[in-house]
């Protein structure tokens, strides 16, 4: 009896151990682990610099422009500069020193043609980097795609942007959209981001004697 009791343990533990193994498959290979994942978290691949002929909603991006045709700066003379406006803001400083001085910013056309697709510039003088005009009309003139308006920090022309007369660095920003023309900073509810546009920018600086 004993003799048979140790035979059929011997038996149910060779039992036991042959289903343990089954088939020799660890646990590890039952988690699925699936495709690699793509995702790159918050990251916004939505950027406001779009130059392309792209007719969304308008960016709300600012670039710092190197021209200046304050009665400070170096811009302004008989040089006109070739440049594309796209709907990023570029924010051109206009360095404001104090004297009887006054002036004009124009865009003119270029040998590249203009884009179909509607897009025209706007133009306006701000005390920050693509931020709201300066009060008056002139500030913000209705610009489209050839037009020259007039500064003045003399007081004496009675016409123009009116500029303080005191030493300070304003902005002259330009940008490009599909709009109306009483939206003369591109920042109405409709406005469309548009295509680039080719013209020429110039200064001129004169000074009351």
């Known amino acids: ?13 060779f039992t036991v151990a042959c289903k343990s193994g089954d088939d020799g498959k660890s646990d590890s290979e039952g988690t699925e682990t699936g495709d690699p994942s793509t995702d790159s978290g918050d990251v916004d691949t939505d950027t406001d610099t779009d130059t392309g002929t792209d ?4 960016g709300d991006g600012v670039t710092a422009g190197d021209l ?13 500069y070739f440049v594309t406006v796209t709907n990023v803001i570029v924010a051109h400083p206009f360095t404001v020193v104090e004297g009887a001085y006054y002036g004009s910013v124009g865009i003119y056309p270029s040998s590249t043609p203009y884009p179909t697709d509607g897009s025209e510039i706007r133009m306006w003088w701000s005390e920050t980097a693509g931020g709201p005009p300066l009060a008056g009309v002139d500030c913000s003139p209705r610009i489209g795609r050839e037009a020259k308006t007039t500064w003045d920090q003399s007081k004496t022309v ?3 942007c009116q500029i303080d007369n005191a030493d300070s660095t304003l902005f002259l920003n330009l940008r490009a959209c599909i709009s109306t023309p009483d939206d003369t900073t591109c920042t109405a509810a409709d406005a469309q981001a548009g295509s ?3 013209t020429y920018i110039g200064g001129r600086l004169n000074e009351v004697q």
């Open 68 to 80: 200046d045709f304050g009665s400070g700066g170096d811009s302004s003379g008989v040089t006109t």
């Open 1 to 13: 009896m004993r003799l048979d009791s140790v035979v059929i343990a011997c038996l149910l533990s």
């Open 196 to 198: 680039p546009v080719p």
């Open 55 to 58: 007719t969304g909603t308008s």
């Open 158 to 160: 009675g016409y123009g």
